[in-house]
Antibody, heavy 123, light 105 residues
Framework: EVQLVESGGGLVQPGGSLKVSCAAS????????MHWVRQASGKGLEWVGH??????????AYAASVKGRFTISRDDSKNTAFLQMNSLKIEDTAVYFC??????????????WGQGTMVTVSS | DIQMTQSPSSLSASVGDRVTITCGAS??????LNWYQQKPGKAPKLLIY???NLQSGVPARFSGSGSGTDFTLTISSLQPEDFATYYC????????FGGGTKVEI
């Protein structure tokens, strides 16, 4: 079965750190670009960042709102992606989705989504 | 960043209605436009990619059109399971999403 399963969310104090994981199965994870998108309660979708495949040198990119605080990594031997979040702010509170950026020719789309993991930043 | 603007932000419709949602890009994105459906408490689901291509398993009542800066998602005959929030997303550059359109009864 094709799936992504996030884990590691929880409650953290402002200024704290949290690392969430995303375990993939049912598709070729090592050849896939992986993204993180978040959604605050009752709000829309916000792109957080991505890590590309080995073929694309594991390049990463981040939204301005998280750059310098969040780091995306991956372990292809374990079919797992990670989102390390440091210096967390209250406004980082959201459900975090791990997603595959699949392609059809030159066109890319978020075709496989995890169920999401809730991160709450509060004192 | 490319800004994506959806309209309306919400709409009320009935089963069997034809529903149209529009999405505009702040600059030309060719056909690098995707549509997603999200139900409460669930992850979004890909409906349409590359502006008009139906994702596998998605009912044919969903269709997409447009290119450049103006795009449309159409549901030809609204079904009870289609009441949800719909998002457009550009894949021309760093991904960005529209603000969403909530389709309500």
């Amino acid at each position: 079965e094709v799936q992504l399963v996030e884990s590691g969310g929880g409650l953290v104090q402002p200024g704290g750190s949290l690392k969430v994981s995303c375990a993939a199965s049912g598709f070729t994870f090592s050849g896939s670009d992986m993204h993180w998108v978040r959604q605050a309660s009752g709000k829309g979708l916000e792109w957080v960042g991505h890590i590309r495949s080995k073929a694309n040198s594991y390049a990463t990119a981040y939204a301005a709102s998280v750059k310098g605080r969040f780091t995306i990594s991956r372990d292809d031997s374990k079919n797992t992606a990670f989102l390390q979040m440091n210096s967390l702010k209250i406004e980082d509170t959201a459900v975090y989705f791990c997603i595959r950026y699949g392609s059809s020719g030159n066109y890319y789309a978020f075709d496989i989504w995890g169920q999401g993991t809730m991160v709450t930043v509060s004192s | 960043d490319i800004q994506m603007t959806q309209s309306p932000s919400s709409l009320s419709a009935s089963v069997g209605d034809r529903v149209t949602i529009t999405c505009g890009a702040s600059q030309s994105i060719s056909r690098y436009l995707n549509w997603y459906q999200q139900k409460p408490g669930k992850a979004p689901k890909l409906l349409i990619y590359a502006a008009s291509n139906l994702q596998s398993g998605v009912p044919a009542r969903f269709s997409g059109s447009g290119s450049g800066t103006d795009f449309t998602l159409t549901i030809s005959s609204l079904q009870p399971e289609d009441f949800a929030t719909y998002y457009c997303q550009q894949s021309y550059t760093t991904p960005t999403f529209g603000g969403g359109t909530k389709v309500e009864i």
